[in-house]
Nanobody, 115 residues
Framework: QVQLEESGGGLVQPGGSLRLSCAASGIIFSLYAMGWYRQAPGKQRELVARIIKGGSTNYADSVKGRFTISRDNAKNTVYLQMNSLKPEDTAVYYC?????????WGQGTQVTASS
């Protein structure tokens, strides 16, 4: 059974930081491209950041320079360090694991940047 368990969301003031974690089980983690997506109320789900098994990364233009994705294959965990958070970053953040047609999602964690 595949599980992706996100943690680390919460309420933070604009300009603050949060670190999301996603612990995976039931997959050969090192083979998978891991991503963070987000969905704000009334909007479509969008890619925030992705890291492939070789370590290459890509980011949405809106978060470049503020967010950093990383992975620890020994811990089967992917992270998203979010700095300089803005109100427009408020959304439910989802972890995704993808490899050759196998596509898995976590349950999501709420991130709210508000004063």
């Amino acid at each position: 059974q595949v599980q992706l368990e996100e943690s680390g969301g919460g309420l933070v003031q604009p300009g603050g930081s949060l670190r999301l974690s996603c612990a995976a089980s039931g997959i050969i983690f090192s083979l998978y491209a891991m991503g963070w997506y987000r969905q704000a109320p009334g909007k479509q789900r969008e890619l925030v950041a992705r890291i492939i098994k070789g370590g290459s990364t890509n980011y949405a233009d809106s978060v470049k320079g503020r967010f950093t994705i990383s992975r620890d294959n020994a811990k089967n965990t992917v992270y998203l360090q979010m700095n300089s958070l803005k109100p427009e970053d408020t959304a439910v953040y989802y972890c995704n694991a993808y490899w050759i047609g196998s596509d898995y999602w976590g349950q999501g964690t709420q991130v709210t940047a508000s004063s």
